[in-house]
């Protein structure tokens, strides 16, 4: 499913169009570019180049050599050719002043990065009120998500996973990808509709299609975009697949204002309009929906299939792992005996405390996410009118800027580039310092969850909801890669870091050491 994310416009695509952009295309013969700073151009056009495309080509597909290049050449950072013009690359030890100047807007460079303004992909706009709902909502209910999370979890696993006693090969991206859809759904959706198949069939389409949409609208100058997506088969799926959308879920939200007393638990469609009407502003619930779960699933599931690829083979750590996660189960199941001795089983213990405690996970975890977050570049912004840094370089108005994460883990930096599970909790206990050493923390030298004001939200939730998902798999299923295969590759599409859509692991059911389903309240 995740493969066809890296389709390529092909020219017969737009055969409408060559007849009224053919006169204008000279204006795409090169990258626009006003550069102000005394920094290389990589991967401009080549000598016998006439159009951009080759270069843009490069870029998507080979875009880690080009941050190798650039930052060979100069420590300082470049001017790289991508699929989105010209931009200015500079590295970690920026980040700060990025994050601080004014003038910048992530707003203005995500509405040329995923066209946001253009029909079918609303959900990709940077939305306040989801933003909200998320730091304001979501987040503050973590607490009593953990054992319907759980719960959802188990059920699915075993939906999916069901015929597994036996070693079982499965593509793992896709497999993790509809697990998560549906996982997600139940704490954005409520659990009367978040099994709908119409609903998760959407969803799923939506990731797909509306993403190809994305890269192929790149390929075409900003002013083009808005016609060319006239003529994009993956645009009319996507604004067919938002209206679909409006007809499941707006109806539901309706419902739901009219007899609120009815509603026998609160979830993300109550949140989302509670912040709405608090804030005054009107909203669209079905594109919030899709824009929550864009930035919810699809990460969430990538981060969990690289995630396994990661580990497999690595037998100690897994066993470690294991043993972490029994130890505090246990640990917990002898809590809550205690607390229903003492007053008639009113108390649970924490179950926020009972993730906490699960720190090898949580090193495991940002370790993957430091050798492979979501994407290569991060912090960006457009500059809104001339910016100057306080390092002195100046940003023209309209020009792209973002900071690579490169640094954090090429092979010869501190860190270096090969996996260690055990990395970020020997120093979590060497130094007692965790400000930086959890999964969740942002920082200038970890961004795998971006840095500042638009740092994700849901980074708290989807810890949550990874080590829930970790905890049943690694006691209920023992997992390895193909006899003679390594850790496959990562896909790279422009900035993009995906784990590896088409690979497949090898599962089977184990006998778990502790009922997991019986201490996290099934």
């Known amino acids: 499913m995740l493969l066809d994310y890296f389709r390529i416009l092909r020219p017969t695509d737009l055969a409408p169009l060559v007849g009224i952009l053919l006169s204008t295309l000279v204006l795409y013969l090169a990258f626009p570019i006003t550069r102000r700073a005394k920094l290389p151009l990589i991967n401009g056009k080549r000598p016998g180049e006439i159009w951009a495309t080759d270069a843009i080509n490069r870029f998507l597909s080979d875009s880690e050599s080009l941050l190798k290049e650039g930052f060979e050449k100069s420590e300082n950072g470049f001017y790289l050719g991508t699929d989105n013009g010209t931009m200015l690359i500079l590295p970690m030890r920026y980040a700060t002043s990025i994050r601080d100047t004014t003038g910048l807007s992530f707003s203005l460079f995500a509405r040329d990065l995923f066209h946001w303004h253009i029909g079918g992909l609303e959900a990709f706009q940077p939305n306040h009120v989801v933003h909200e709902t998320v730091n ?69 389409d939506y990731m797909v299609d509306s993403y190809v949409a994305v890269g192929s609208l790149r390929r075409w100058p900003v002013p083009f975009r808005p016609l060319v997506a006239n003529f994009l088969p993956s645009v009319h799926k996507a604004r067919k697949l938002i209206q679909g959308a409006r007809d499941i879920i707006n109806p539901v939200v309706e419902e739901r204002r009219a007899a609120p007393e009815t509603t026998t638990e609160t979830c993300g469609l109550d949140w989302i309009d509670e912040t709405a009407s608090a804030l005054g502003v009107p909203y669209d619930p079905a594109v919030a929906q899709l824009g929550l779960s864009l930035g919810s699933v699809n990460t969430g599931a990538d981060m969990v299939t690289q995630l396994l690829f990661d580990i497999c083979g690595q037998e100690k750590l897994v066993r470690d792992l294991r043993q972490e996660i029994i130890a505090v189960l246990r640990h917990e199941e002898e809590e809550v005996a205690a607390a229903m001795s003492e007053d008639s089983g009113s108390r649970k213990t924490s179950r926020k405390a009972l993730l906490y405690k699960l720190k090898l996970l949580d090193s ?25 840094l306080p390092e002195g370089i100046v940003l023209p108005r309209g020009s792209y800027v973002g900071i690579s994460n490169y640094e954090m883990r090429r092979a010869g930096s501190p860190m270096g580039a090969e996996f260690d599970g055990y990395r970020y909790y020997n120093l979590r206990e060497s130094t007692g310092d965790e400000t930086w050493t959890q999964f969740v923390s942002t920082g200038p030298k970890v961004m795998g969850f971006g840095y500042g004001q638009y740092a994700c ?66």
């Open 136 to 204: 304001k909502k979501l987040t503050r209910k973590l607490e009593s998500l953990v054992d319907p999370l759980s719960a959802v979890t188990a059920a699915t696993l075993r939906e999916h996973w069901a015929d597994c006693s036996d070693w079982s090969k499965i593509t793992l991206s896709d497999s993790i990808l509809a697990i998560f859809t549906k996982v997600s759904s139940r704490v954005f959706l409520g659990e009367d509709l978040y099994q709908t198949p119409e609903w998760i069939q959407l969803l799923q």
């Open 364 to 388: 495991v975890m940002k370790e993957s996410q430091r050798l492979k977050p979501l994407a290569s570049v991060m912090v960006t912004r457009t500059a809104q009118r001339e910016v100057t």
């Open 457 to 522: 939200p849901g980074r708290f939730f989807a810890s949550d909801q990874i080590k829930i998902f970790m905890c049943h798999l690694l006691l209920k299923f023992d997992f390895k890669l193909p006899p003679g295969e390594g850790r496959p590759p990562v896909y790279t599409s422009g900035f993009s870091l995906i784990a590896n859509p088409t690979a497949q692991i090898l599962i089977r059911k184990r006998e778990a050491e502790v009922d997991l389903d019986a201490i996290l309240g099934l």
